[in-house]
């Protein structure tokens, strides 16, 4: 630091005042592209995201609104039968091979050895229009393309 103070004092007036300038701005530059920039960068960035977060808020809200109003309109049948002649009837028509059948109280548990996935889908929507909720599952692919195995899938009535 001695060689630097012995060194400015030995240059001209003229010298100096370009060190002390130079110094000034490079202070200024660092401060600049070091600190303020990243930070306003960094704020607008989440702005932005803000922004966003709120657009999908909104659309949530009103998707949730829709989906109440379709929930109360939809027309859901309940049926008087048991679980387990609904299930019967409804895997022959779709000719779902089931594995097991378990009736747990009001609920009942099915098994599937391997199934074609599209098949259980539509499967399920039948189900659903007649008054059946998934209330859990347990759904694993298979070695064969296309093919899923459910171990688990407890039905209720709605």
Same mark, same amino acid.
């Given at each position: 630091?001695?060689?630097?103070?012995?060194?400015?004092?030995?240059?001209?007036?003229?010298?100096?005042?370009?060190? @002390? =300038?130079?110094?000034?701005?490079?202070? @200024?530059?660092?401060?600049?592209? !070091?600190?303020? /920039?990243?930070?306003?960068?960094?704020?607008?960035?989440?702005?932005?995201?803000?922004?966003?977060?709120?657009?999908? #808020?909104?659309? =949530?809200?009103?998707?949730?609104?829709? !989906?109440?109003?379709?929930?109360?309109?939809?027309?859901?049948?309940?049926?008087?039968? /048991?679980?387990?002649? %609904? %299930?019967?009837?409804?895997?022959? /028509?779709?000719?779902?091979?089931? !594995?097991?059948?378990?009736?747990?109280?009001?609920? #009942?548990? +099915?098994?599937?050895?391997? =199934? %074609?996935?599209?098949?259980?889908? $539509?499967?399920?929507? %039948?189900?659903?229009?007649?008054?059946?909720?998934?209330?859990?599952?347990?759904?694993?692919?298979?070695?064969?393309?296309?093919? +899923?195995?459910? $171990?688990?899938?407890?039905?209720?009535?709605?």
């Amino acid at each position: 630091m001695d060689k630097l103070k012995a060194w400015f004092v030995s240059i001209s007036a003229r010298e100096q005042k370009l060190v @002390i =300038v130079a110094a000034a701005v490079a202070v @200024i530059g660092i401060f600049y592209f !070091a600190i303020w /920039s990243p930070l306003t960068s960094a704020l607008e960035t989440q702005r932005l995201a803000l922004n966003s977060e709120k657009q999908l #808020l909104t659309w =949530v809200n009103e998707q949730s609104g829709r !989906a109440i109003v379709l929930r109360q309109s939809s027309n859901k049948t309940s049926f008087n039968g /048991s679980l387990t002649q %609904v %299930v019967n009837q409804t895997t022959r /028509s779709a000719n779902i091979p089931v !594995a097991r059948m378990q009736p747990q109280g009001e609920e #009942l548990v +099915v098994s599937l050895d391997q =199934v %074609v996935f599209n098949d259980f889908l $539509r499967w399920l929507n %039948v189900l659903e229009k007649r008054g059946v909720v998934i209330l859990q599952s347990d759904v694993s692919e298979v070695d064969e393309q296309g093919f +899923v195995q459910v $171990r688990r899938l407890q039905l209720g009535k709605s």
